[in-house]
């Protein structure tokens, strides 16, 4: 069932332009696995493109919005087209916000509902038929995040979303597992992305969650780092990774003291 080799395997990427999408890349075509590259920033997977030049590995650059279901439907035909199959789905792409519920606007629940929930959906739907067909060499990547254990002020929105990845895999897994298909469902910790500076933007306070992210960004594991683990659990099958000593943290300590 697992898929011990990625060469000449096909791999779809969302978040391809940047942050763990794009060292998820790298390291897959370093080993050999073609990459269909997804992202709304068409500079950012050109940027990724870029890093692999000289892989002889086929790479395709699809600029598309994960929340909407016209886009991933056309994806999902476009990849296949250029590519013939597809192993497995990196459902990468996301977004948070730092703000207090009482801070947000239904907008900005419906965008992060959009991205973080109904991206990871249609790209569930419409790659499973193409997944079902490469049974045995399948394998299906959700990322969730530390905060599905527990969740922190000012990420209301993020905390529900990612706990929704968290069962929604976990459902998942149960379902197709036996059919050829594995799930991976990923639990990162603080990892060197842009999704920060993105919610810096979107802060009630920017000062202060400025000084909070200068604080984790010290504290935070490389992509690269991160990349390596999720595909050593691909390997291994796991039906979940938990990444980073402070998503452990975070579990057990939930775990110890519910309240």
């Given at each position: 069932m697992a898929i011990k080799n990625f060469e000449d395997k096909v791999a779809v990427i969302t978040g391809g332009g940047s942050g763990i999408g794009q060292a998820l890349a790298c390291q897959l075509g370093d080993k050999g696995c073609h990459l269909a590259l997804v992202d709304v920033n068409e500079n950012g997977m050109k940027e990724t493109?870029?890093?692999?030049?000289?892989?002889k590995v086929k790479i395709s650059l699809h600029v598309a919005d994960v929340s909407s279901e016209r886009a991933m439907r056309t994806l999902a035909t476009d990849v296949i087209a250029e590519h013939g199959r597809v192993n497995?789905?990196?459902?990468?792409?996301?977004?948070?916000?730092?703000?207090?519920f009482e801070g947000h606007s239904l907008a900005d629940w419906k965008k992060i509902i959009g991205i973080?929930?109904?991206?990871v959906v249609y790209g569930c739907h419409f790659f499973l038929p193409h997944l079902k067909e490469q049974a045995g060499e399948a394998h299906i990547i959700n990322l969730s995040s530390m905060v599905a254990f527990m969740g922190p002020p000012e990420q209301s929105s993020y905390a529900a979303t990612k706990s929704a990845i968290k069962g929604f895999s976990e459902s998942l897994w149960a379902e197709v597992h036996g059919e050829g298909v594995g799930v991976t469902v990923v639990h990162p910790g603080a990892i060197r992305t842009n999704i920060m500076d993105e919610a810096l933007k979107s802060a009630e306070d920017k000062d202060a969650f400025a000084r909070t992210q200068a604080m984790v960004d010290k504290m935070a594991m490389p992509v690269e780092k991160a990349a390596k683990q999720i595909l050593k659990a691909v390997r291994k099958d796991k039906m979940r990774v938990v990444i980073g000593a402070d998503a452990k943290l975070f579990e057990s300590a939930k775990r110890a003291m519910p309240d």
């Open positions: 493109k870029k890093k692999l030049k000289g892989k497995m789905l990196f459902n990468n792409a996301g977004i948070t916000y730092a703000k207090t973080n929930i109904w991206g």
